[in-house]
């Protein structure tokens, strides 16, 4: 697979042509959205005039709209860039990992897929996601995309209220063995916060989570928390080696990783609370730390064929 020093000269060496083309459009759509926001807000001020801020409850529905309407206003007008931007930019960066990698700017992982990991236990009121890929590396079948899943709640007043359970970039990968019980990793946030102690015991509370298995490995003990209805498999399939490989995938995505075991796959969700394949409006395309978010992105999630030897085929499945 390619390095990530390699696709960065691909992205300014092959496509530079094109992200020049691509800079005059975001320029041009920078100054469109920055005169239609400031006449749009200019608006929403005369109406906060007119009706006087003592109406409390019809000023947050005013201010509700103003986010609301803003929001897709703002979809719309950068609608076409963004999709020449993922047609002309990303889905080449794809291909230059991989020809047989298939690229589609407007499907995700299936919301059974994302429930079948159990990573997130709540239930998901709605869902949605962008920018999939799919395919095999090194003979290892994957599939990643952007994901947004959200559960429903009513405030006080009986209004629904949205809660995002995850946003970030989900992976689904074979492991070439069939697991018999189930392994969940999770972010060990009980043990930083509370410390060893008390943390361990919050974690052995969990009841929305199966038995909880203590690693011998205090790095890994110290970053994640491990949950399995089968301790000896967990144990099995968390080799020193694989800890080690997980530790260091989860320092280099610098954002909060949850791990499933299921089935015959594994699956990765990476916290990072933003779309990662959207095209910057408000910064140039052709600065170096812009280009790097998009060719470390795709680098970090194709590279967990590599980075866990699952091309290795280490377990025989059964």
Partial sequence: MKSVSALTDFYYKNLFPTLEKLEIQRRNLRYRIVLIGLFYTLIFILIFTA?????SDFFVIILFAYFGLGGFLYKFLTKDYTDEFKNKIIEPLVKAIDEKLQYASAMHVSQR?????????????????????HGLIEGTKIEFSDLHAEQKHKNSKGKDNWSTLFKGLFIVADFNKNFMGKTIILPDSAQKTFGDLIGGWLQSKNMGRDELVKMD????????VVYSTDQIEARYILSHALMQRLLTFKNK????VYISFIGESIHMAIYYNKDLFEPSIFHSLLEYKVAMEYVSTLHLAIGIVDELKLNQKLWSKR
């Fill in 51 to 55: 009706i006087g801020i003592s109406q």
């Fill in 113 to 133: 897929t994302f429930e079948r990991s159990e990573l997130f236990t709540a239930t998901v009121d709605r869902f949605s996601g962008n920018d999939h890929v």
């Fill in 217 to 224: 490995d205090i790095a890994f003990e110290r970053e994640f």
């Fill in 253 to 256: 995505s610098k954002h909060p």
